[in-house]
């Protein structure tokens, strides 16, 4: 996958999110994230290892480590970032299915765990995996294209 098909998608799923955020008010998970899972949705095992990653950090953030420490704003935001991007390291190492095309993007496949997560916990499960699978599925149909009629 090339530069231009990445920024593609990327590009595809930050306009989609931001447009609509806008009109409904749901949040999908990140600006990013739409994109990132429009470049993995031909990885479907990936894609669905990343929203397990995802609750689990919402679990282990929101009913372990929400006991020990307060947790509000940037320090819940942080929390839930340093722990999507343990568990996605953890579950990447023992599991191995990150697909060989995701590799340029491992940075930001770190994050998206804990993007996720935090959009659960303001707005719950169902309206933030419903909205980041719809963005994510139409960011990959532009991207589609841009492969059918430039590549």
Known sequence: MGLSEIT??????????LVFAEKTGILPAGLVVPGY???VIDAPLYAIS??????????????????FTILYGRRKFTAML???????L????????????VGNLQAIGLIVPGLIANTIQ??????TISSTML?????????????????
């Open 82 to 88: 340093l722990t999507g991007i343990l568990l996605k």
């Open 90 to 101: 953890g579950f990447d190492n023992v599991f191995g299915i990150t697909p060989i095309d």
């Open 122 to 127: 303001r707005q719950g499960v169902i309206p």
């Open 8 to 17: 593609i998608a990327l590009v595809a799923g930050v306009t989609f999110s």
């Open 135 to 151: 963005l994510s599925f139409l960011s990959f149909g532009v991207l589609l294209l841009y492969q059918t009629f430039f590549v």
């Open 37 to 39: 899972l429009a470049l």
């Open 50 to 67: 990343i929203f397990f990653v995802s609750f689990a950090t919402y679990l282990a953030v929101m009913h372990v480590i929400n006991r």
